[in-house]
C-alpha cells in the first residue's frame, strides 16, 4: 500500500514528441504528488506537484494528468528536447505533518536529436 | 539564494567505520528529510527533522541516525558501516513539515569497501 508503481523504466523519444510518464499508487491517504528531474551527478529537481481536488496542473511544458477515482497521474512533456534527457521520478505523500516522500522507480528518458 | 548543501559530496569508507554526514538547509527553511538512492533500491527515505525533532522516520536500521541543530542545518550517522551502504546519500530542505516543496542537495557518494 505504501508502493508508487511508475511505468515505463526508459523511454526514447523523437525531438519535438511528447513523453508520456505514468503512475499508480494504491493508499488513497496520498494527496500530494510531485515530480522530479534528475541528471546524473545532480540531485532530484522538483518539476511540478499536484494535489488531488485537481485533475490537471500545466507548467510551460510540463503537465501533470490526476485521475483521482483511478488512483494514476501521470507526467507530459510536450515539445521534448534533448535537454530534457534525464531520470524522472513521481513521488507521493499523505496528510499530515510529515515530508515524507514515497518514490517511484524512476524512467529513464532520451530524448533523439 | 543558495541552495541546499551537503558535504563531503565524496566519501570511502572501510567496513565497519562509522561516518557522518552533513547538510545545510535553504535559508529559512526549517525541514530537513534525508534519503537514501541506491541501483537496487531506488531513493528511499530515512528520516525528517523539524525544528530540531525527529518527525518520521523511515525504515531502516537503528544504524541510521540523524539529527538537526538550532539553525536547522542536520547531519545523519550510520555507524558499523557496511557493503550495501553503499548510496548517494540525499538531503531535502522545506520550509515547513506537511506536503511541502522539497528541493534537494546534491548528495554525498559514499563508497563502503
Known amino acids: 500500500q505504501q508502493q508508487v508503481k511508475q511505468s515505463p523504466q526508459s523511454l526514447i523519444v523523437q525531438k519535438g514528441g511528447i513523453s508520456i510518464i505514468n503512475c499508480a499508487y494504491e493508499?488513497?491517504?496520498?494527496?500530494?504528488f510531485p515530480w522530479y528531474q534528475q541528471f546524473p551527478g545532480k540531485g532530484p529537481a522538483l518539476l511540478i506537484a499536484?494535489?488531488?481536488?485537481?485533475s490537471e496542473k500545466k507548467e510551460g511544458r510540463f503537465t501533470i494528468s490526476f485521475n483521482k477515482s483511478a488512483k494514476q497521474f501521470s507526467l507530459h512533456i510536450m515539445d521534448s528536447q534533448p535537454g530534457d534527457s534525464a531520470t524522472y521520478f513521481c513521488a507521493a505523500s499523505k496528510g499530515g505533518a510529515t515530508n515524507k516522500l514515497i518514490f517511484g522507480t524512476g524512467t529513464l528518458l532520451a530524448v533523439q536529436p | 539564494k543558495a541552495g541546499v548543501t551537503q558535504t563531503p559530496r565524496y566519501l570511502i569508507k572501510t567496513r565497519g567505520q562509522q561516518v557522518t554526514l552533513s547538510c545545510s538547509p535553504i535559508s529559512g527553511h526549517r525541514s530537513v528529510s534525508w534519503y537514501q538512492q541506491t541501483p537496487g533500491q531506488g531513493l528511499q527515505f530515512l528520516f525528517e527533522?523539524?525544528?530540531?525533532?525527529?518527525?518520521n522516520k523511515g525504515n531502516f536500521p537503528g544504524r541510521f541516525s540523524g539529527r538537526q541543530f538550532s539553525n536547522s542545518r542536520s547531519e545523519m550517522n550510520v555507524s558499523t558501516l557496511e557493503l550495501g551502504d553503499s548510496a548517494l546519500y540525499l538531503c531535502?530542505?522545506?520550509?515547513?513539515?506537511?506536503?511541502?516543496?522539497?528541493?534537494f542537495g546534491p548528495g554525498t557518494r559514499l563508497t563502503v569497501t
Open positions: 527533522y523539524f525544528s530540531e525533532t525527529q518527525r
Open positions: 499536484i494535489r488531488p481536488d485537481v
Open positions: 531535502a530542505s522545506s520550509l515547513r513539515s506537511g506536503q511541502a516543496e522539497q528541493y
Open positions: 493508499n488513497t491517504a496520498f494527496d500530494y
